[in-house]
């Protein structure tokens, strides 16, 4: 009866070809959409709005660059930012995203479709995650098969890892650049199982726009080297690798030199040495490979025997010149940390200083995965079983992602596609293998032979069993990416949201936006704002003032400046305040609502960046600590702490208010203690402006006495 | 041209070296590499490069209402932040669950005594089985309102 019915849908007349094929664009579309609806939890929540603080800089760029044109971008010296140095965001930038939302923004104009830029640059991450995904089906589909490009495209499609760093509203350069790897990686793998100048091209093209949106391009331009190595350390390089190669490397370099940023760096920096280090070897052993389809034994051997011996000397000679003459420059800081994970903490606070930058406990893996750690492994040992030339390149990708994610939190992003991929292999291997275990129902194929392996009766149950729990498995996985985005992951920071008050219900904080438009209609236009730097490029986006320091932190000294003033007494500070030019000084506080990441919390690292130059000799951390050596606020608090500049201007007036009813006056919430130092005045500084929750203080800086003392 | 090429051996004369490449080094198997690249991973994700750089204790302490020491398993509220245990014993069931589908995947030989099928089916069972709904256990523990909102 029901065989009957199912019969006259259409579903059931097509060939098995165009099943598959309905099956396949079904599940890609599903896939798309899903990648883009689950980022727009703090779109639904709160409002279409940028988030956090790099995201505003490239906001404000992506604006400038609407208004005014690529050219007036290109040459674009920025006097608002780091005064009274200024800051060359031409040459400074990596142009790949805001030329992205600009194109798009102009193309949906000329349809007349008039969307406004920030809406265009809220939900273009999403929309990258949606192609992510049909690329990552590609890039499976050429490393393994149709069905594990599909699972692929489902697992990253949802997985937190991504979406940590590509909600609506994270309009950051990790949004495309994900996107440009992975198509960079599709095309290079299909350049070498081809051997084609049209792919490898096409794989040029695409890793000159992925050197255009992220700095993390040096991870691509040493993982493709690192793939043609093993390819010749395991005899399987062939002339497909040799053209797909050198295509790639010479096209891309070229290419990769014409954003302002990179500039000479593929030919200078260490980093890039080891691309012409594989590209010379290559020359060799192609060379070497077709001399020995040519010549005879002997004749070989006398060749090789010169050219080894004069290219050991000319390269050593070449190598031990660059170095001793400088040309070639060492591995910078924040690559150099990779390797050497202890040298951020050691020599450069300001990298150590990044949470993002610390290194990987289980339960980021964990959280961040979920299921994909368990088939990651699976994925790997199916690679190894079938060893090919474009499985080598999947192993070593995962291999080194996986270190990489285990120094730096923040590089988890790089390693959840390719877990996504192995993990996808793993799967499907066992899903097939299995499935051909379960017997057929279909009573139109004849009856099986009877089994000639009568060790496993209890196939069918097993494969039943295996299949139940992977779908189990699938399923939790489901449930347990959309917790993680909903509660850890669409939070704008820029507002604040949080159960309080009698009744428990919904209290938003937007005192940022509030103290930041306060600042932009209540001060004059050339006012000089200081600040930590974590607010630098929301200050200069949204009150539209100039700064001392902001996120890009390339200045250390300048920031190190900031820092002495925030830590040393008020007079101390005046003067270098007035040095600075500095009319407005604002301050983040969250002791009257419990928000924990106020500069209170991040005052040690201004004191160590502070103490770190030479400006700075009198700068002693352990000045700030108690006897015992805690960090305390109250009476215990060391007179230094209590009495520094970042101490007065978070908690000035703050000891005449009750936060909590069963607590004294000047109850600090977050410290949760009652603060030391309570009846001050300010000398040189008078309140401007406090929001509304005490969050963000501003306070103006007097000018200096007519007649001084 | 072969004159050319002999140019530099009419001034360098090449010693007679009798040197062979010892029998024991030859390029590993990928299996051999498959094992070494599972115990890295077994390293990695226990977070081993934080327990160097942060150096955390390797278990917690708290004092219970009776002033008595109690040990802490997981370091709570953090999700990047760890003991040094909890962190082994973590990557150990990741590790342990993906080679439970190892295991699996070796029971579809053909020919297979029906013992040693039904052993290594027992145990690639468990071994998935225990290590995801343990590691479920863990992340509750850590994060207390894991899946609850």
Not at chain 1, 140 to 146: A, D, N, R, V
Not at chain 1, 249 to 270: A, H, R
Not at chain 1, 361 to 379: H, I, K, N
Request: with cysteine.
């Amino acid at each position: 009866m029901a065989a009957s019915f199912l019969s006259y849908l259409p579903a059931s007349q097509m060939s098995h070809e165009k099943k598959s094929t309905l099956l396949t664009l079904m599940i890609l579309t599903i896939a798309a959409i899903l990648s883009f609806l689950i980022r727009l939890f703090s779109v639904l929540r709160f409002e279409s709005v940028i988030h956090e603080f790099d995201p505003y800089f490239n906001y404000r760029t992506t604006r400038f660059l609407v208004d005014n044109g690529y050219y007036d971008f290109h040459n674009w010296f920025d006097d608002r930012a780091w005064y009274p140095l200024g800051r060359i965001i031409g040459g400074t930038i990596y142009p790949g995203l805001m030329i992205t939302s600009t194109i798009l923004y102009n193309l949906l104009h000329s349809l007349n479709i008039t969307i406004d830029i920030r809406n265009v640059c809220v939900f273009l991450a999403p929309l990258f995650s949606s192609l992510t995904s049909i690329v990552t089906y590609h890039l499976t589909k050429e490393l393994w098969s149709t069905g594990a490009g599909l699972v692929a495209a489902s697992l990253i499609a949802i997985v937190p890892g991504y979406i940590s760093r590509s909600v609506a509203g994270s309009y950051d350069n990790e949004g495309i650049a994900i996107f440009c790897m992975l198509l960079t990686y599709t095309l290079w793998i299909k350049a070498v199982k081809r051997g084609s100048v049209a792919w490898a091209t096409a794989c040029a093209v695409a890793y000159f726009y992925m050197v255009s949106s992220w700095g993390g391009y040096v991870f691509l331009i040493n993982l493709i080297p690192m793939h043609v190595f093993a390819l010749i350390v395991t005899g399987r390089f062939n002339v497909k690798v040799y053209v797909s190669y050198c295509t790639v490397y010479c096209l891309g370099t070229v290419m990769s030199m014409q954003i302002p940023f990179v500039g000479f760096q593929p030919i200078q920096s260490s980093e890039h040495m080891a691309a012409f280090g594989v590209f010379g070897l290559c020359q060799i052993v192609g060379f070497y490979q077709y001399a020995a389809s040519k010549l005879s034994k002997e004749e070989l051997n006398l060749l090789s025997r010169f050219v080894i011996s004069a290219t050991v000397v000319v390269s050593l000679v070449v190598a031990m010149a660059l170095q001793l003459s400088g040309k070639i420059a060492p591995w910078t800081g924040r690559f150099y940390s990779l390797l050497d994970p202890s040298y951020a903490k050691n020599n450069i606070p300001i990298i150590a200083s990044v949470s993002e930058h610390q290194p990987t406990a289980w339960s980021s893996f964990y959280f961040d995965l979920q299921l994909l750690v368990f088939m990651f492994p699976v994925g790997l040992y199916h690679c190894f079983a079938n060893l090919t030339t474009e499985n080598i390149f999947i192993i070593l990708y995962g291999v080194t992602s996986i270190y990489f994610a285990g120094v730096m939190v923040r590089l988890m992003l790089v390693l959840a596609p390719v877990m996504c991929i192995l993990a996808s292999i793993g799967l499907n291997k066992t899903m097939t293998s299995f499935m051909k275990n379960l017997e057929s129902t279909n009573k139109e194929t004849p009856q099986p032979k009877k089994r000639a392996d009568n060790s496993y009766s209890v196939k069918n149950e097993v494969a039943m069993a295996v299949v139940a729990m992977i779908t189990l498995f699938l399923t939790t996985y489901v449930f347990h990416c959309t917790w993680v985005t909903s509660e850890a992951y669409s939070s704008p920071s820029i507002v604040l949201a949080a159960r309080g008050g009698s009744d428990g219900s919904r209290m938003i904080f937007d005192d940022f936006r509030e103290a930041y438009y306060w600042m932009r209609q209540n001060t004059e236009e050339d006012a000089k704002i200081m600040s930590w730097w974590d607010y630098g490029y929301q200050i200069t986006a949204m009150a539209n003032r100039t700064i001392l320091v902001d996120n890009n932190t390339w200045n250390n000294t300048h920031i190190s400046r900031v820092g002495q003033a925030m830590s040393s007494t008020e007079d101390k500070a005046y003067e270098i305040m007035q040095e600075l030019d500095v009319d407005y000084v604002l301050v983040i506080f969250g002791g009257m609502v419990g928000y924990s990441s106020d500069d209170i919390n991040k005052f040690l690292w201004m004191v160590r960046i502070g103490g770190s130059t030479d400006r700075g000799t009198h700068i002693h951390e352990k000045d700030y600590y108690t006897p015992s050596g805690e960090f305390r606020v109250d009476r215990e608090g060391s007179p230094t702490l209590l009495n520094c500049l970042m101490y007065k201007l978070c908690y000035y007036k703050f000891g005449n208010v009750y936060t909590d009813a069963n607590k004294p006056m000047g109850y600090d919430r977050v410290r949760n203690v009652e603060i030391g130092n309570k009846d001050f005045e300010l000398d040189v500084l008078e309140e401007a402006y406090t929001t509304q929750h005490w969050l963000v203080r501003i306070y103006k800086v007097k000018p200096m006495s007519n007649r001084g003392i | 041209m072969d004159t050319f090429y002999a140019i530099p051996f009419t001034v360098l004369e090449i010693p007679r070296l009798r040197l062979k490449k010892p029998s024991w080094v030859q390029t590993p198997s990928p299996m051999f590499m498959f094992i070494v690249v599972m115990i890295s991973y077994f390293l990695v994700t226990a977070g081993i490069i934080y327990d160097v750089i942060i150096e955390p204790p390797s278990i917690g302490q708290t004092t219970d209402d009776y002033g008595h020491p109690k040990p802490v398993a997981f370091l709570p509220y953090r999700v990047n932040g760890q003991y040094i245990m909890e962190g082994l014993a973590a990557s150990f069931l990741f590790s342990l669950g993906g080679m439970g589908f190892v295991i699996l995947d070796k029971t579809n030989q053909p020919l297979m005594p029906r013992f040693n099928r039904i052993m290594l089916l027992f145990i690639g069972f468990i071994s998935i089985i225990l290590s995801f709904f343990v590691c479920r256990l863990f992340m509750g523990m850590k994060l207390p309102g894991y899946l609850r909102g």
